[in-house]
């Protein structure tokens, strides 16, 4: 059972809520030039490569998860998230329907609770903080107490960015004693939360008594037909897998294979840096990554060659993540769940109707409502594996966990946070970004007359005996 929050957290909680209701009415009257110049100044100050590099590896060291040399790469998802952010009105009237004679005026939602996760507590913040800032809302960040000193260290930066333009500090406000009933209080006294994390946090974040946006758990799987472009798809598998050691939901996880260019494919994921474990070495694998049914903290988001050493084998160098057969699906193969490290479960299949039914029991035991992906050049097996996967986002022919998110070369907003719809009892399917971070008026005028008549409504059942 969770500990019940102490009065001292209680009062902290409250005190951090209306230090950030103050800096909130201080930005009433800002205009949509002036939110635009804060976002820039905090987007700069957080995302020029000296100071992103710092924060970034500040979080690895702190956490000890992560991928040291790679993760200041994020700092582009700060520059995406700008650019989404610029790109779109965020008060007055955003939205005109003439036809229908509606206008749509969006306006703040208040104080927001920002859950930041132990893996990226130096890119959330800035990405929630532009979104809130944009939007005219402030923000009180709860971090996760594992990387609470990075996140705290990221918010003064933010802070500081503010500080120097004029505009209050307190618009982001950080809890620098975190715990698990603090962010409850929190999530439950701010108007709305933005949950970034695993299944826990976002049960809380649905459980607060508050709107909220949370996530869902990944366990994301990738088909890959006989039309694909092998060196492409190994290529995007090892740069998805390896981005920041494997710690993201939508690293790839499973990869599902069609026979007839399994052997071609999984020679060139070795090619790329996996290494293939034996039979007996899988046998070791198991028991070092779960334990009790859960992943085992210590293999999350770290080396290949560390988890290999935890299972008792040693793999050569410049392997970069390791590849395990499987044929097997359900609770009691743990190998087809989600894996969030530097390991990667491979299915082979024969026919497409057959991996659609792989996909299907995968995500029947973990990871439905998040994500999955094909390499296909057949637009009928793409429209078909959409039609099937029960996720919010299918990428194709791209790396998932550079590409779900936003990416400059797709379409999907911009984000650090992914909706997972009512699969995962989150309220959207979509990606969280600025739209979400507001409320909306709907103003209608009258128009023409659009009723249609009865047997227009009823078609064939018009006028027929009235069961």
Known sequence: MPRPITAEERQYAQELLQRAQVAQRQIANLDQAAVDRAIQAVGWATSNEKTFTRLARMGVEESGLGDWEGRPNKRFKIKGILRDALRQKSMGIVEEIPEKGLVKYAKPVGVIAALIPTTNPALTPPGMGIYALKTKNAVVFSPHPRAKNTSAETVRVMREALRRIGLPEDLYVCAETPSNPLAQELMAICDLTIATGGPAMAKSAHSSGKPAYAAGQGNSTIVIDETADIKEAAHNTMLSKMSDFGSGCSADGNLIVEATIYDAFLEQLQAEGGYLVSDEEKEKLEPALWQDGHRTLDTIACEARKIAEKAGFSIPAGKKFLIVREENIGKDYPFSTEKLGTL??????????????????????????????????????????ALTAPVSRMMVRQPQSKANAGAFNNGMPMTSSMGCGVWAGNITNENISLKHYLNYTWVARTIPEDKPDDEELFGEFYNTETW
């Open 344 to 385: 990667l479960s491979i299915f082979k299949y024969s026919g497409f109707e057959s991996a659609l039914d792989m996909v299907t029991r995968i995500y029947a035991i973990q990871g439905k409502g998040h994500s999955c992906g094909i390499y296909s050049f057949n637009d009928e097996h793409i429209h078909q594996l």
